[in-house]
């Protein structure tokens, strides 16, 4: 699901805007902030298996190279320090 929120805000902005995207998902900030070139170079496989949620990467991928998106991790589930992710959590 964090893949798809993601994918749903990326692909509906116009690519002359800022995206400020904030994620309590690992997964998803590494695949952003560390993953998604190499994935791209390596024909989106890990040890010749495609990678999971493969065509909403690559429509990341493709729309993030062209945009300035700034990535933010924040802790989950901890209301004093993240206020909001809760209710985030509730409306997806």
Known sequence: ???QAVWVVITQEPSDCTVNL???SWEVYRG???QIAQWATQNWMIHA???WSKDMWVDIWNMVRHSTVHIYHIPGHQPMQSPG???ADTLA
């Open 1 to 3: 699901a964090e893949v």
């Open 22 to 24: 904030c994620t309590n």
């Open 32 to 34: 952003l902030t560390l």
């Open 49 to 51: 298996q495609p990678i």
């Open 85 to 87: 992710n809760d209710k």
